[in-house]
């Protein structure tokens, strides 16, 4: 066995570490990413179509994150045709809000808090009071009108701040 020189065994040690960090990055997810996002501080801009929102996440978990900036939110399906840019922040961030798990689950919590919200899809934008999250799509009161979404196209979900 040949025996390798310190600047060999550290040229090896340099490219599995390369090798390594590689692989993380090819395994992580997009809530990962988000997560990340919340424990920094960092904020995140979501773009969906022509629709854009920038906030400090506050929640990544299973299918969704959670962005608030001054008192608006918005709720990000991370399983739709989205485009996310992350900002690093100068100061620390915050514990990862769990407690829904998944972007419907958010959703039906909505419904029972009777909160108006803006769905925004890649298609382009509405606003109206949730009437039914159902699990593939969202039906909201328009004046006079409903409308119903699949859930798997709509990008984001804007609500008040106080909507849970």
């Excluded at 570490?17 to 424990?39: C, F, P």
């Excluded at 915050?94 to 029972?112: M, Q």
């Amino acid at each position: 066995m040949e025996d390798l020189g310190d600047s060999e065994r550290f040229a090896e040690a340099r490219e599995g570490e390369r090798a390594a960090a590689k692989h993380w990055a090819r395994t992580r997810s997009l809530v990962g990413l988000v997560a990340e996002a919340v424990s920094a501080g960092d904020d995140i801009t979501v773009v969906c179509g022509d629709q854009r929102f920038s906030g400090l996440p506050t929640t990544a978990v299973g299918d969704h994150a959670v962005l608030e900036r001054g008192d608006r939110r918005a709720l990000v399906n991370l399983e739709g045709p989205i485009h996310l840019r992350r900002v690093a922040a100068s100061t620390g961030g915050a514990k990862n809000d769990r407690s829904h798990g998944t972007f419907v689950a958010r959703l039906r919590t909505l419904e029972l808090q009777e909160a108006t919200v803006e769905v925004v899809a890649s298609s382009g934008a509405v606003s109206g009071q949730v009437l039914v999250a159902g699990s593939d799509h969202v039906v909201l009161q328009l004046s006079l009108i409903h409308i119903s979404e699949p859930t798997r196209h709509i990008c984001l979900s804007r609500m008040p701040s106080s909507a849970g």
